[in-house]
C-alpha cells in the first residue's frame, strides 16, 4: 500500500506561481512513474503530468509551458511547479502512480482568483 500526501496549495492571483509537493510513503512508490492529477469541480481526475523512474517527463499538451514535474529521489518526495497560474487551474490537486494504483491522498486546494 502507498499512501500520498499532499501540500503546498492556497489561493493565488491570475499570474502567480505555486510549488507543490507530495510525499509517497512505501519503498513501491520509489520505481514507479508518479503524476500529478488535478479534479475540477463536477470533473474527474485529470492527470497534468508524469515523470517517471528514469526522469522522463510527460504533460498535458496545454499545460507544458507552464507546469514542470520533478522529483527527489532521495527523499521519495514529487514536486510541481506551476508558473502564470489562471483561474481554470483552480482545482485540488493530487499525485499517485501515473496509472492511479493507489487511493487518492487528502490532495491540495489550489485557488486562482483575484
Known amino acids: 500500500q502507498v499512501q500520498f500526501e499532499e501540500a503546498g496549495g492556497g489561493l493565488v492571483q491570475p499570474g502567480g506561481s505555486l510549488t507543490l509537493s507530495c510525499v509517497a510513503s512505501?519503498?513501491?512508490?520509489?520505481?514507479?512513474?508518479q503524476g500529478w492529477f488535478r479534479q475540477r469541480p463536477g470533473n474527474e481526475h485529470e492527470l497534468v503530468a508524469s515523470i517517471t523512474r528514469a526522469g522522463f517527463t510527460n504533460y498535458a499538451h496545454t499545460l507544458k509551458d507552464r507546469f514542470t514535474i520533478y522529483r527527489d529521489y532521495d527523499n521519495n518526495r514529487l514536486y510541481l511547479q506551476i508558473k502564470n497560474l489562471k483561474p481554470e487551474d483552480t482545482a485540488v490537486y493530487y499525485c499517485?502512480?501515473?496509472?492511479?494504483?493507489?487511493?487518492w491522498g487528502q490532495g491540495t486546494q489550489v485557488t486562482v482568483s483575484s
Open positions: 499517485n502512480s501515473a496509472s492511479r494504483d493507489w487511493p
Open positions: 512505501g519503498d513501491s512508490s520509489r520505481s514507479m512513474t
